[in-house]
């Protein structure tokens, strides 16, 4: 398995392997082992709700002590780390993937997506996958991401949130 495959599977479902909205920190951390909660949760306490435990790449926010939203985090030009759960047998990853990839990965699948005008501004761009909802966050590169091509979109994140 593959970075884009965990990033196609994600796009087309809304869920990474068992890991979905809606399901328990609980039952999130049996599957992960214990995240490394948001400094929020350390000053004010587990049920203060909105804010990500997270383990390496991968964020789970967390409200009334349930998945609310799934992130993947990318620094393009740079090595990344997610879970085995998410992307087996790999303990870092390449975490450059440009925005025509990703696009042609998500055609090939069949999987439908449209420009995400709310977050399409500047330097950045977005599409939004369906039926899952899930966004993808794309920008130039910054002066600290070492990337091939200086001129084109680079994702850096994607993530599904629950209404």
């Known amino acids: ?30 599957l992960l082992g214990p995240g ?47 879970p085995p759960l998410v992307l087996p047998d ?17 055609d090939d699948a069949g999987c439908r997506h449209a420009v995400n005008s709310t977050l399409t501004f500047g330097r950045q761009a977005s599409l939004i996958t369906r039926p899952a909802d899930v966004c993808a966050v794309f920008s130039l590169p910054g002066r600290d991401n070492h990337v091939p091509h200086r001129d084109r979109h680079y994702l850096n994140v994607m993530h599904k949130h629950t209404a």
């Open 90 to 106: 790999s303990e870092s990853f390449d975490a450059t993937v440009l925005r025509e990839e990703l696009i042609a990965a998500l």
């Open 36 to 82: 490394r909660p948001h400094p929020a949760h350390i000053m004010k306490g587990p049920d203060i709700d909105g804010y990500p435990y997270s383990w390496d790449g991968l964020g789970l926010v967390v409200t009334q002590r349930a998945v609310s939203g799934i992130w993947i985090n990318l620094r393009p030009g740079s090595t990344a780390e997610l």
């Open 1 to 30: 398995m593959t970075l884009m495959d965990v990033l196609v599977g994600f796009s087309r479902t809304g869920r990474i392997g068992p890991l979905n909205c809606g399901m328990t920190l609980a039952e999130a951390e049996i």
